[in-house]
Structures are given as C-alpha cells and as structure tokens.
C-alpha cells in the first residue's frame, strides 16, 4: 500500500453505537489531520496531530475523539453521534517543518451515516 | 481567524474555453494558497499553489493569480477538456504549511462537451 489509505471507506451506525476510522500513511510524513466533508460546505479541519502532538480544535464536539499512537496511524473514535455528522471523513498527512512543501496527501475518505 | 470565500459555487463551460474560479481571504498575513482538485468519488489532490512572494505561477494548462493588496487569488484554466471536471478548492494559511490550511466551499467545475 501506498499513500494514505482509509478503512473502512463505509459505515453506518445507529447515535448509541462506539465505532473508530482509522487511516494509515506510508509516505514518511510528521503531521496528520482529520477533515469532515459536508455537501456545500467547506473542507472542516477537525484534528492536527503536528510531530504526534495534538493541536486542540475546541470546535469539535466531545463526541469525536482522536488517537495517534505514532507518527503512521491515526484513528477517529466516534461515540453517540447525531445524524447531522453524516458526512465523508478525510485523512491527510503532510511533512511539516522548514523543507516543507505545505502539500496534504488525503485518503480516499471514510462515507460515515448515523441514522 | 481566517476566511475564505470562493465563487462561483457552480461553473459550467463549453470543452476548449477557459474556466476562471476566485478566492477571497481575510487574513492579511495569509502567505500560502493552494488549489486542490477533487474528481467524484475521489480525494482531493493539490494541482498547483502560490506563495506570497510570487504574483503569477503558471503549470500547462492551469495558472495561478495573487494580488496581496486586494487579498484574493484566481485559478485559470485553458482549453478546458472533459477531464477538468470536478470540484476545486482555493485554500488559504498563514505559516506556509499545511497545518494551517482554511479552505473555501469549492467550486463544481462542468466541461460541456
């Protein structure tokens, strides 16, 4: 595998289910990131872990929380969400320091539904 | 923090013409704009990106406008063809990383044939 890869690519889920997405970078990189993708609006950034630490969005509700054992894997731990977080859940990752190019690499995305 | 608006949400043109998307940003010390492309069903991918101290960038078929004073960027596109349909988002950040990226709604490009 290659790139950023995103499992699993659909879920459904009822609001008292727990689920977790997790996304995996193979390119070497220092900073990964989760966005929320709704239909018109725009890209959310939700989470940056930057050097595997976690830059705080206080936006987010608690219902989302982020785990990222090392500088390859990033997870989105999801807990009695609500319908209106339905949406495409992307995962990116980026080099981040004084050679960096700025470039995100995204996932193929998580389609989450909560019914 | 950070705004950035992007028009026209909806754009459609004939295959062969040009396709001209604008992205206005409201932080003044905003130093790096990307554009990215996102076809349907696909991830978004970068296509091309201007910093604050260039005022043109020009890739092909596809180049990059930056006017600092009056805060916006243009993405322009020749001799458009089918494959240039998709979504495009300008972004906009501070540090000229990634990890500080604002983006607009996008815009859904339509290549008429």
């Known amino acids: 595998e290659t790139g950023v890869t995103q499992t699993p690519r659909h879920l459904v889920m009822g609001m008292t289910n727990k689920k977790s997405l997790k996304c995996e970078q193979h390119?070497?990189?220092?900073?990964m990131y989760w966005y929320k993708q709704s239909a018109k609006k725009p890209l959310e950034l939700m989470f940056v872990?930057?050097?595997?630490?976690?830059?705080e969005n206080n936006s987010v509700p608690s219902r989302f929380s982020p785990e990222c054992p090392n500088s390859s894997h990033l997870f989105l731990h999801l807990h009695t969400l609500q319908p209106e977080d339905s949406a495409l859940y992307l995962c990116?990752?980026?080099?981040?320091?004084?050679?960096?190019?700025?470039?995100?690499?995204f996932g193929e995305g998580s389609r989450l539904t909560v019914l | 923090g950070e705004n950035v608006e992007q028009h026209p949400s909806t754009l459609s043109v004939q295959e062969g013409d040009s396709a001209v998307i604008k992205c206005t940003y409201s932080?003044?010390?905003?130093?790096?704009f990307p554009w990215y492309k996102q076809e349907l069903g696909k991830r978004p991918q970068l296509i091309i990106d201007?910093?604050?101290?260039?005022g043109e960038k020009k890739d092909q078929r596809i180049a990059v406008t930056l006017n600092k004073t009056a805060k916006h960027f243009s993405l322009h596109i020749t001799e458009t063809q089918p494959e240039d349909s998709a979504v495009y988002f300008c972004?906009?950040?501070?540090?000229?990383?990634?990890?500080?990226?604002?983006f607009g709604k996008g815009t859904h490009l339509i290549i008429q044939p």
């Open positions: 990116a990752s980026s080099q981040e320091g004084h050679t960096n190019t700025g470039e995100l690499f």
């Open positions: 390119l070497g990189h220092n900073a």
């Open positions: 872990y930057s050097l595997e630490e976690r830059v």
């Open positions: 932080d003044s010390a905003s130093n790096y």
């Open positions: 201007i910093r604050s101290n260039v």
């Open positions: 972004a906009a950040a501070r540090r000229g990383g990634a990890d500080g990226l604002t």
